[in-house]
């Protein structure tokens, strides 16, 4: 096999997958009318929050953020009077 002293670095790659045009006009037309917004995705939860936040998604009636994130796990054993919350 190879060496560690022989390897070399040679780049580095990232990717960014942004919201469609429109979401966050529309979710914030939506938060505006108390409508409650829930946001389902199979990203990692760092990567979640940082696009709730992005959207505008958990904002509070006075600005306060409350971002609420669950597991698959967690949402599974809920039953569907909590999911309904």
């Known amino acids: 096999g190879m060496e ?3 390897l070399h670095f040679v780049g580095l790659v ?3 997958d942004p919201p469609r045009a429109g979401v966050k006009e529309a979710i914030s037309k939506l938060n505006a009318s ?3 917004i829930k946001m389902i995705t199979g990203d990692a939860r760092e990567t979640a929050v940082s696009i709730a936040r992005s959207l ?4 509070g009636k006075k600005g306060q ?3 609420e ?3 698959g796990e967690q ?5 569907p009077t909590e999911m309904s919350r």
């Open 4 to 6: 560690m002293g022989s």
């Open 56 to 59: 505008g998604l958990g904002k």
């Open 34 to 36: 108390g409508i409650s």
């Open 14 to 16: 990232g990717m960014l």
């Open 69 to 71: 994130v669950m597991s």
């Open 75 to 79: 949402i599974e054993s809920m039953s």
């Open 65 to 67: 953020e409350d971002i």
